[in-house]
Nanobody, 115 residues
Framework: QVQLVESGGGWVQAGGSLRLSCATS????????MAWYRQGPGKQRELVAS???????NYADSVKGRFTISRDNAKNTVYLQMNSLKPEDTAVYYC?????????WGQGTQVTVSS
């Protein structure tokens, strides 16, 4: 059973920074693609950033230049460094693991950015 646990969310003023972490269990992390999604109030869940098992990254246009996704295979953990936060970044952030066309989600962590 694969489990994902997000942490690092919270409240921050606009322009501030937060770093989200997603720790995973199991032995498949190294071979898995990882992604961060978010769902804002009244909005659909959207892809924020992704990273392949080989380290290639992809970002939503809305976060390019502000957010950085990274992974530490030794710790089975993926990170999302979020800088220059804006009120529109307010959302529940979810971590997702993809392995062999199977998808696993964390429970989410709330990020609130005040203006």
């Amino acid at each position: 059973q694969v489990q994902l646990v997000e942490s690092g969310g919270g409240w921050v003023q606009a322009g501030g920074s937060l770093r989200l972490s997603c720790a995973t269990s199991g032995s498949i992390f190294r071979a898995s693609a990882m992604a961060w999604y978010r769902q804002g109030p009244g909005k659909q869940r959207e892809l924020v950033a992704s990273i392949t098992s080989g380290g290639s990254t992809n970002y939503a246009d809305s976060v390019k230049g502000r957010f950085t996704i990274s992974r530490d295979n030794a710790k089975n953990t993926v990170y999302l460094q979020m800088n220059s936060l804006k009120p529109e970044d307010t959302a529940v952030y979810y971590c997702r693991l993809e392995f062999n066309s199977n998808y696993y989600w964390g429970q989410g962590t709330q990020v609130t950015v005040s203006s």
